[in-house]
């Protein structure tokens, strides 16, 4: 279904013939399934099998869809674009001037600025980012070493995205009940006022096991049990009435979940030393 979801919204003019579907589709695989590989061995053998099932169904070979050349697929080419158009990027001189286009936007609203110099690997890690996050339920795990630039790559793909980023700000006596605060804070402002948010955290913001539980929860359910009192339900049904024929109780399984799943896009980055504890 991932490989599917953005091959769906493609438009004749970003697949004109056979070739070019046939990029589309292996490019939509890599990023689903390769992007994922950190070992060399699993992904050379990620190639093999690629190249083995387009010899197979499409009689062609791996090296032939893409010429040897990286693929590269975006819908942020054309800033303010409505519809949005996803399509392969071909000129990557035009890629480069679009992202530093975008990062000195977003420079000039926030603070501190992000002094970023745009080679062509990190502006491919803002497109990989881009496409995830434009998608439903979309959430990114971002490893790297210290001041390897993961959380300026995600700041500057959720500016692009034009979605608003929510982060924690710790404090010395930040607990369990700050964190829910937020959490409330969070989901009632992408479930009522529909916002689009991207909740980003880093490794050693997880200063309790319980935040990976609720992480857990919104990025599987939309929700996170026992967040809301009372009164707060009762303020989300009758604010939510008008638009919902449905009871409460059904409201609030078949509407606000998907709808702050579809809202709440979540972007941890954390360290390669996560360890044992990322694997739990």
């Known amino acids: 279904a991932r490989v599917l979801a ?29 992007d994922c590989l950190i070992k060399d061995a699993d992904m050379q053998a990620f190639h093999t099998l690629l190249n083995a ?41 035009r890629l480069t001037e679009v992202v530093k286009d975008y990062l ?6 926030i603070t501190p600025s992000m002094p970023l110099f745009m080679f062509m690997d990190a502006i ?15 959430h990114v795990l971002l490893l790297g070493v210290g001041g ?20 924690v700000e710790m404090t010395k006596h930040f607990g369990v009940g700050d964190w829910k605060e937020l959490m409330r804070q969070l989901l009632l402002g992408v479930g009522l ?10 490794d050693t913001q997880i200063v309790n096991e319980l935040f990976l539980e609720d992480i857990s929860g919104l990025l599987n359910n939309g929700d996170v049990p026992n967040l809301f009192d009372a009164s707060t339900l009762e303020d989300i049904s009758t604010h939510m009435r008008p638009i919902c024929t449905v009871s409460f109780k059904d409201y609030f399984t ?23 504890r990322a694997r739990r």
């Open 254 to 276: 078949d509407f606000w979940r998907p709808s702050t799943r579809r809202t709440l896009l979540t972007q941890p980055a954390r360290s390669p030393s996560l360890g044992s």
């Open 104 to 109: 000195g936007e977003c420079n000039r609203s």
């Open 6 to 34: 953005l091959m769906s919204t493609a438009t004749p003019k970003a697949a004109p013939d056979s070739l070019a579907f046939v990029r589309l589709w292996c490019h939509e695989c890599m990023r689903v399934f390769s």
């Open 193 to 202: 006022e529909e916002k689009q948010s991207v909740l980003l955290m880093t």
């Open 148 to 167: 390897s630039g993961r959380r300026s790559i995600a700041r500057l793909s959720i500016m692009i995205c034009e979605y608003e980023t929510f982060q």
């Open 124 to 138: 491919e890690h803002v497109v990989k980012v881009c496409r995830t996050l434009r998608q439903h339920n979309g």
């Open 53 to 93: 099932q387009l010899e197979q169904h499409f009689r062609m070979d791996l090296m032939k869809v893409t010429s040897g050349q990286r693929l590269l697929y975006a819908d942020f080419m054309v800033p303010g674009a409505d519809p949005k158009q996803y399509e392969e990027v071909i000129d990557t001189e």
